[in-house]
Nanobody, 112 residues
Framework: QVQLVESGGGLVQAGGSLRLSCEAS????????LGWYRQAPGKQRELVAH???????TYVDFVKGRFTISRDNSKNTVYLQMNSLKPEDTAVYYC??????WGQGTQVTVSS
């Protein structure tokens, strides 16, 4: 059974930074594309950033220049470095693997 475990969420003031991590188990990690999504209260889950198995990266417009996705295949881990956080970034952040597997989510709260 594949497991994705996220960590690194928390409460931060506007302008601050957080680094999310998502570690996968029981899978050939390097073969999969990975994504970070988020879901704010009352809103649909939305893509934040995506990285393919080959390392091609895509960001949605509202995080460009502020967030950085990266992966370490030797550690079965994908990261999301979030800088210049805004209150509207408040959401539960989820990692996704191969459009199939989901983590349990980690709460990010940005205070104004």
């Amino acid at each position: 059974q594949v497991q994705l475990v996220e960590s690194g969420g928390g409460l931060v003031q506007a302008g601050g930074s957080l680094r999310l991590s998502c570690e996968a188990s029981r899978i050939i990690f390097s073969a999969y594309a990975l994504g970070w999504y988020r879901q704010a209260p009352g809103k649909q889950r939305e893509l934040v950033a995506h990285i393919t198995s080959g390392g091609t990266i895509t960001y949605v417009d509202f995080v460009k220049g502020r967030f950085t996705i990266s992966r370490d295949n030797s550690k079965n881990t994908v990261y999301l470095q979030m800088n210049s956080l805004k209150p509207e970034d408040t959401a539960v952040y989820y990692c996704n693997m191969g459009e199939k597997y989901w983590g349990q989510g980690t709460q990010v709260t940005v205070s104004s």
